[in-house]
């Protein structure tokens, strides 16, 4: 089920996504950073993340701007390819993807989750 929800049990695939998040930005960075695109995007934006990122993106955008948006979302999407070992995939290629078609990037994104979980729970 790719519903980006609770759906996995756990949310196993949200605190995986949270992880990353923090360990990228740092605690504080990542609390300030969910504060604001929280009040932008009117819901947790790892939530936002997974069932509609482009609004998580533009979301990044309206804070970071277009250039600091794109950069950090293909840090997050380098990050989730290097923990899942999705080595067929760049984050230009995930991000250009979110560009033109937001349902297929959400689907990769959730499968790298998936991936990186499923790992995790072994």
């Known amino acids: 089920m790719l519903d980006g929800g609770e759906a996995w049990g756990r949310g196993d695939l949200r605190e995986a996504l949270r992880a990353i998040l923090e360990t990228i930005l ?3 960075c990542f609390t300030a ?10 819901e947790d934006p790892i939530t936002a993340f997974l069932r509609r990122p482009r609004d998580f993106y533009q979301a990044l ?7 600091g948006a794109a950069v ?4 997050i999407c380098g990050r989730l390819i290097l923990l899942s070992g ?3 995939l760049t984050p230009d290629d995930v991000y250009n993807l979110l560009m033109r078609d937001e349902n ?8 790298m989750l998936e991936k990186l979980v499923g790992e995790k729970i072994r």
């Open 72 to 75: 950090t979302f293909k840090i």
């Open 86 to 88: 999705s080595e067929e």
């Open 26 to 28: 740092g605690r504080s």
């Open 104 to 111: 297929a990037a959400r689907r990769v994104i959730i499968e």
């Open 61 to 67: 955008s309206a804070f970071f701007g277009e250039s």
């Open 33 to 42: 950073l969910n504060f604001h695109l929280r009040k932008a995007l009117g």
